[in-house]
């Protein structure tokens, strides 16, 4: 810690903001066909070929969406390109290119954008998307980043949230709740350490859960397995803010209801004994907490087959007549509630 303070740190004024922008920059080559101009004139250029394009945008903002207290730069920019990836994967296409905008005060120094660039590079060589372009000002308090992400997608492919028929069946990937009890657990470590930070934070045995909350991935594989099994969802939308709020937006949009049996959801054993510690619900953490960054979408019944036995996909319910309304079907009573979505603001203001 100490050692760490006694280096220099360099502050954006010694590069100045072009000289910011080209040190960061200079490493991403272009990887994708589609992208015919990247970085260095006044904006870029894509071909996508007779595809369609898909493009996202999101914006993080210090003290909202993260706690610099706790999570290291690297893992921030890692995760903000993650994000945005996974709603270009939420609409069944491939993501191509981002663009990454920052605005920073002077409290970050070269050294904080290059550990934000380093997490942003790790992501675009992993998911093979390319850097094409983005914005560097300064703000007066805090830092914020904002992320568009670009994808591509035959017109046939693409899958929107208003899709869903009666009797469709809903199907999640991976497991939930993990994102939220490991936001948990850092949020206790820091709190202990503000109180002394002698004190070692106790993060043993935690793994899977602070990575889903500090690393996640975008289900971007999904596509190509859902090509392999020859299924193609009726609607998708990926989960960022809860199992119970994605499942309300494919209602709404959709114009159905759905049952979502309890005893489905899928849940890691890490979850499950975190949850336990906190004396939570670990179904609650999946409902409720978000984060995940799964996807979440509806195959008509005649599909089940071709899925039931994929490790990847778990059914938690099906859908029925809007006239019938979202209902969580509880564990053991089997008693219908009423789905709600309490997703993330409930969290905030607890
Ligand atoms: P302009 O003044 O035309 O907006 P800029 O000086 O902001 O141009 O940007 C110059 C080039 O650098 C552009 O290609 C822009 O997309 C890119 N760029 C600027 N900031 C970033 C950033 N934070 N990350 C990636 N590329 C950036
Ligand atoms: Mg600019």
Redesign the pocket.
Known sequence: MLEEKKKRLTPVSELG??G??KH??EK?ELKNISSRL???????VIDPNNKKIVVSTDVLAEGVHFNLGYVPLKHLGYKAVVVNLSDIAAMNAVPTQI????AASNRFPVEA?EEI?QG?SLACRHYNVD??????TSSNSGLVLSITAIGLGEETEIIKRDGVKPNDLLVVTGDLGGAYMGLQILEREHTVFLANPNMQPEMEGYDYILERQLKPEARTDIKKILEELKVKPTAMIDISDGLASETLHLSDQSKVGFRLYEEKIPLDTLTITTAGEFNLNPSTAALNGGEDYELLFTIGPEDYDKIKNHPDFTVIGHAVEQEQGNHLVLRGSGQLVPLTAQGWDAFLKK
Not at 99 to 102: F, G, Q
Not at 131 to 136: A, E, K, N, R, S
């Open positions: 903001e072009f910011l922008i960061l920059t991403f990247g970085i260095g004139d006044d904006a870029a663009l990454v905008s920052i954008f660039y942003v850097l094409i372009g983005g914005d560097t």
